[in-house]
């Protein structure tokens, strides 16, 4: 039985762990405190506490790292100097993970990489992010990429939509207006797992994939719709001219011959009740 570790058993990691654990996979869990461990007990996840702090990384228990792939799947936080602190912690990291026989990895990045330049972005492009999670997203990706020990495979996942996460909300607080116009780069939680399980399965190892719905309305098309179906009040929309994106995913569908289960993210709004 293959062994699978997720470093951040949290929205993500949660539902994931438990597909695993139903695909066969034996699955190793980390979260941050110990009242949290339980949670991961009752679910058939082998519990861990690990914390990475600005200083170091610790861990309960080092067999953690012992496994056949382990998914990375810890946001930046969105704190000051965490351009510095980010890319220290995946170096602390890494230098655990340089003590096992660690051969596989998936590490979840963002498409926050990418400055919004009105581009089809594509992961050959150069990187010059515009917020400091981003910035601190390249420089993890770049100690990834340089070791050699293990081969890592980089996931740039778009805005996370679906499960108890209402998109309603996301733009509710707004006080200003928000440039309808901008198109979203958006994914539902479960092709984030399907995509990941994928990964896995056909082996696919020291790539970068970007990963979002084929297709991108405006924000106005989308957050109106969810506002409409939440009953929660839309924000204000103006047609202005804000620096946007396209993320490009063709490279995730042609390498894992991928067929997405929410192709817009209005299908995701269309098949359910937030």
Same mark, same amino acid.
Request: include cysteine.
């Given at each position: 039985?293959? =062994?699978?570790?997720?470093?951040? %058993?949290?929205?993500?990691?949660?539902?994931?762990?438990?597909?695993?654990?139903?695909?066969?996979y034996?699955?190793?869990?980390?979260?941050? =405190?110990?009242?949290?461990?339980?949670?991961?007990?009752? &679910?058939?996840?082998?519990?861990?506490?690990?914390i990475?702090?600005?200083?170091?990384?610790?861990?309960?228990?080092?067999?953690?790292f012992?496994?056949?792939?382990l998914?990375?799947?810890?946001?930046?936080? $969105?704190?000051?100097?965490?351009?510095?602190?980010?890319?220290?912690?995946?170096?602390?990291?890494?230098?655990?993970?340089?003590? !096992?026989?660690?051969?596989?990895?998936?590490?979840?990045?963002s498409?926050? %990489?990418?400055?919004?330049?009105?581009?089809?972005?594509?992961? =050959?492009? =150069?990187?010059?992010? *515009? @917020?400091?999670?981003?910035?601190?997203?390249?420089?993890?990706?770049?100690?990834?990429? *340089? #070791?050699?020990?293990?081969? !890592?495979?980089?996931?740039?996942?778009?805005?996370?939509?679906?499960?108890? /996460?209402?998109? &309603? /909300?996301?733009?509710? /607080?707004?006080?200003?207006?928000?440039?309808? $116009?901008?198109?979203?780069?958006?994914?539902?939680? +479960? +092709?984030?797992?399907?995509?990941? $399980?994928?990964?896995?399965?056909? #082996?696919?190892?020291?790539?970068?994939f970007?990963?979002?719905?084929?297709?991108?309305?405006?924000?106005?098309?989308?957050?109106?719709?969810?506002?409409?179906?939440?009953?929660?009040?839309?924000?204000?929309?103006? +047609?202005?001219?804000?620096?946007? @994106?396209i %993320?490009?995913?063709q490279?995730? %569908?042609?390498?894992? +011959?991928?067929?997405?289960?929410f192709?817009?993210?209005?299908?995701?709004?269309? $098949?359910?009740?937030?």
């Amino acid at each position: 039985m293959e =062994t699978v570790s997720i470093l951040g %058993v949290g929205w993500l990691g949660l539902p994931l762990a438990k597909r695993l654990i139903s695909d066969g996979y034996q699955v190793k869990g980390s979260v941050t =405190t110990a009242e949290k461990m339980e949670l991961l007990q009752q &679910a058939a996840i082998w519990p861990y506490q690990l914390i990475a702090s600005p200083e170091n990384l610790w861990v309960n228990d080092a067999s953690f790292f012992n496994a056949d792939v382990l998914i990375i799947s810890i946001p930046p936080r $969105r704190i000051p100097d965490i351009e510095s602190i980010f890319p220290r912690q995946i170096g602390y990291l890494i230098n655990e993970l340089e003590k !096992t026989d660690l051969k596989k990895v998936i590490f979840i990045s963002s498409t926050s %990489v990418y400055p919004d330049e009105g581009q089809q972005a594509v992961e =050959t492009d =150069t990187l010059s992010p *515009q @917020k400091a999670s981003g910035r601190a997203l390249v420089e993890a990706e770049n100690l990834f990429r *340089q #070791n050699s020990q293990f081969k !890592t495979t980089i996931i740039r996942f778009g805005g996370l939509i679906g499960a108890d /996460r209402n998109p &309603a /909300r996301f733009l509710a /607080r707004r006080k200003t207006a928000v440039d309808g $116009r901008k198109p979203v780069n958006l994914i539902h939680q +479960d +092709d984030c797992i399907a995509i990941i $399980r994928e990964i896995i399965r056909q #082996n696919i190892w020291g790539e970068t994939f970007n990963a979002c719905c084929p297709e991108h309305p405006t924000r106005r098309e989308f957050y109106l719709r969810a506002s409409l179906l939440s009953g929660i009040p839309a924000p204000d929309f103006e +047609d202005g001219n804000e620096a946007f @994106k396209i %993320v490009n995913s063709q490279k995730l %569908v042609r390498y894992l +011959d991928y067929e997405f289960k929410f192709p817009s993210p209005l299908d995701y709004l269309n $098949r359910t009740t937030i």
